[in-house]
T-cell receptor, first 112, second 114 residues
Framework: AQSVAQPEDQVNVAEGNPLTVKCTYS??????LFWYVQYPNRGLQFLLK??????LVKGSYGFEAEFNKSQTSFHLKKPSALVSDSALYFC??????????FGSGTRLLVRP | DGGITQSPKYLFRKEGQNVTLSCEQN?????MYWYRQDPGQGLRLIYY???????QKGDIAEGYSVSREKKESFPLTVTSAQKNPTAFYLC?????????????FGSGTRLTVV
């Protein structure tokens, strides 16, 4: 079965420092990959996606993600973290039935 | 202003009671989805519908039921057979099955058993 792994339950980073939230996927071939962000008691908001093309994908709020086929990874990055980036982040891939399979989520805490 | 509306935001259920969560979208999306979110477990798919009058079970459908009589609406009923219904429920839609635009999510309903 397809799966998405987010190996870190929580990532802590100081404001102004770069951040990385890790994600690995399982589908072979050409995956459709997504990152979403969730603020408390809210739905998920789309950040960015990889469908095809450049391995570095740019998205909302200064986030970007790097697709690495050999490592089956799609890590979320931002050069300079803000306190307001603190939230729950989900990685997802689309399965063969066109459903999104989500990882377990990573909580990002940015300290002032 | 297009989007997905979930109601109510908070819902309390007594033991043995059925409750229905509403999900309405005005995005003209073909596909709709219900997810359950528990702390530390991410999102788990309950039911999904890719066209009107058709729906499929997801990974955790037991104790839940849905209908898709209109394109805009995909209500979820949590029945008394669902033994642990306390959770955050999220509805989502996509333009079409396989759309690479991903999903649009509602703001969720928090269900608590009292």
């Amino acid at each position: 079965a397809q799966s998405v792994a987010q190996p870190e339950d929580q990532v802590n980073v100081a404001e102004g420092n770069p951040l990385t939230v890790k994600c690995t996927y399982s589908v072979s071939g050409n995956p459709y990959l997504f990152w979403y962000v969730q603020y408390p008691n809210r739905g998920l908001q789309f950040l960015l996606k990889y469908i095809t093309g450049d391995n570095l994908v740019k998205g909302s709020y200064g986030f970007e993600a790097e697709f690495n086929k050999s490592q089956t990874s799609f890590h979320l990055k931002k050069p300079s973290a803000l306190v307001s980036d603190s939230a729950l982040y989900f990685c997802a891939e689309m399965d063969s039935s066109y459903k999104l399979i989500f990882g377990s989520g990573t909580r990002l805490l940015v300290r002032p | 202003d297009g989007g997905i509306t979930q109601s109510p935001k908070y819902l309390f259920r007594k033991e043995g009671q059925n409750v229905t969560l509403s999900c309405e979208q005005n995005l003209n999306h073909d596909a709709m989805y219900w997810y359950r979110q528990d702390p530390g477990q991410g999102l788990r798919l309950i039911y999904y519908s890719q066209i009107v009058n058709d729906f499929q079970k997801g990974d955790i459908a037991e104790g839940y039921s849905v209908s898709r009589e209109k394109k805009e609406s995909f209500p979820l009923t949590v029945t008394s057979a669902q033994k642990n219904p306390t959770a955050f429920y999220l509805c989502a839609s996509s333009m079409s099955p396989g759309s690479n635009y991903g999903y649009t999510f509602g703001s969720g309903t928090r269900l608590t058993v009292v």
